[in-house]
């Protein structure tokens, strides 16, 4: 009896733990279902991704002063280069805004190498009675939502007379992130992920701990370090359903619609881009030599005879694969069809090869057909950048002539696409008619100035930071100009008289927010050695005009 009233008791005991449980939890679903009712607690779209390098912090531009005491606006996160603008807009101001991820910031080149630095070239002669300025708030890693909260920013505060947007290969980042994490989280952690998503967890946080006083990039290598996690880590087993890529697509199209209603509310003009990307781009390695021995056998048969075998073989692989394993089939057929000379064919394949990847790299065709839509109806200028460069690269195939890896420009990229923004904006009425200039003769002029380059040049405005061989424009690492500046300190070390050395490491720095000391120093180093060379100190000149070191 006495047991039998234990367990009883016992059993009470956990009847009442359980219900006041559930009593606990049903609290805790009504507060967090009105706070969402009345937006209490609701996510921050700047810093709402989980991602720390993808969260924005306002404001990037802060007021500021010229060493002559010129009051300026300039960028201050360290994930952006330095840039200013004069914190009065001048009445003959001629100011553009450029927006999007690490293809609008120029990532793997110096930031001469983007659009937004050709477009203000453009402008400047084509208008030279104006003061021409434009801001490039282009920063790795972003995605549209991001970008819709520095577009909105830079249309209240800045006086933009128009903006120009370049963003959509990064819509899936955080998706692979939080299914990676998910994929390698236990039980706690998991449940952790979902707290921290809530209302109540980040109403009650900004009550304990208040706003983050400074941008969570205030280390710059530490950005770098979390970016550069592998391909492989990243994507290992993750998989995303159609529905979720729909909703993606969905997603985005409703931000860059979001995007053109900011603009339009505060009459500030935007030209919408389509995001292109390498067509030939298979992944960091190229098919093997001996790929086709792989699809046919038998070397005596002709070459054409391969090569229609193969594509049979291709063709029969992908009706019955796997969705996860076609991409890499397609690409190959599309290098068949490029072989045989069925231009056409090879590029559909090609398209189709990235809009399969499972690895969801790039920004897909549905992404541009949305911004196309998004451009029609609300009727703002479009730039259909997939299509342009499409008709200016060799076969029709865009390739590693315009991207030196996925996504990201070469030199001859950006021209491309910044003499097709300027033709856009001119025939929009965004820019007026200009007196004398063609931006086709600036493509053409500055297409053969880069194509007669030896090495880099040591002037800090046309410096590109590919180093001392022209092979450094085709190499295919993202991080490749972090990693030509690393190198910079050993070569100076082991030979301080390298004038180009010494400028390349100067030009670096003069692009930092916080790097204008180690730039003079640069610099000063180089005029020691080569006291009368012009070049050097007018990029000394240049940079204690608007900076104090």
Wanted: aromatic share 8%; net charge negative; proline share 5%.
């Amino acid at each position: 009896m006495h047991s039998s009233q234990q367990k009883s008791s016992l059993f009470a005991n956990l009847m009442l733990i359980a219900g006041s449980l559930v009593v606990t939890v049903l609290m805790l679903v009504v507060l967090e279902a009105g706070l969402r009712l009345a937006g209490i607690g609701a996510a921050d779209e700047a810093v709402a991704s989980r991602l720390k390098y993808q969260q924005i912090y306002l404001p990037v531009i802060q007021p500021s002063q010229r060493p002559d005491g010129t009051d300026i606006l300039r960028t201050t996160d360290s994930r952006l280069p330095y840039q200013s603008i004069l914190a009065e807009k001048p009445a003959d101001g001629l100011r553009i805004f450029t927006f999007g991820g690490s293809a609008t910031a120029g990532l793997g080149f110096s930031p001469n190498v983007t659009f937004a630095r050709h477009l203000e070239r453009m402008l400047e002669t084509a208008y030279p009675e104006r003061t021409v300025e434009v801001v490039n708030l282009g920063i790795v890693a972003l995605a549209a939502r991001q970008v819709r909260v520095l577009v909105e920013d830079a249309c209240r505060n800045f006086e933009p007379d128009a903006v120009l947007v370049y963003s959509g290969n990064n819509e899936f980042l955080e998706m692979h992130a939080e299914k990676y994490a998910a994929a390698n989280a236990g039980m706690m952690a998991r449940l952790g992920n979902h707290l921290l998503k809530t209302n109540l967890y980040r109403l009650l946080d900004r009550i304990l701990r208040g706003p983050p006083d400074t941008p969570s990039l205030g280390n710059q290598n530490m950005s770098i370090a979390d970016l550069q996690m592998t391909e492989d880590e990243l994507i290992r087993d993750i998989e995303v359903t159609p529905e979720e890529i729909e909703a993606v697509n969905d997603r985005y199209e409703k931000t860059i619609d979001g995007m053109v209603s900011a603009c339009r509310e505060l009459q500030v003009p935007v030209v919408l881009m389509t995001v292109a990307s390498n067509w030939e781009w298979r992944g960091r390695e190229d098919l093997p030599a001996d790929w086709l021995d792989e699809i046919v056998a038998g070397r005596d048969i002709p070459d054409t005879g391969r090569l229609r075998r193969a594509r049979d073989v291709l063709s029969e692989q992908i009706e019955t694969s796997p969705a996860r394993e076609r991409y890499e089939l397609l690409f190959r057929r599309a290098m068949v069809s490029a072989e045989l000379g069925d231009i056409q064919s090879a590029r559909d394949d090609f398209r189709a090869s990235m809009n399969n990847d499972p690895h969801l790299r790039r920004a897909l065709d549905s992404f541009a057909d949305r911004v196309r839509k998004v451009a029609t109806q609300r009727d703002v200028t479009l730039v259909d950048v997939v299509e342009h460069l499409s008709s200016q690269a060799r076969h029709g195939i865009t390739g590693f002539d315009e991207f030196y890896d996925y996504v990201h420009f070469t030199p001859r990229g950006v021209v491309l696409v910044a003499a097709e923004v300027f033709r856009a904006m001119v025939d929009a009425g965004i820019l007026p008619e200009p007196d004398g200039f063609d931006p086709d003769d600036y493509q053409q002029a500055r297409l053969e100035w880069q194509a007669g380059l030896p090495r880099d040049p040591l002037d800090a405005g046309d410096w590109m930071g590919f180093g001392f061989e022209r092979s450094g424009i085709a190499e295919r690492d993202l991080w490749k100009y972090d990693k030509f500046i690393q190198s910079l300190d050993e070569r100076i070390d082991a030979s301080p008289d390298d004038i180009h050395a010494l400028v390349y490491r100067g030009n670096a720095h003069a692009f930092r927010v916080d790097g204008a000391a180690q730039a003079a120093r640069d610099y000063q180093a180089a005029l020691a050695i080569a006291a009368g060379d012009t070049v050097i100190r007018s990029n000394l000149e240049r940079l204690l005009f608007e900076r104090q070191p």
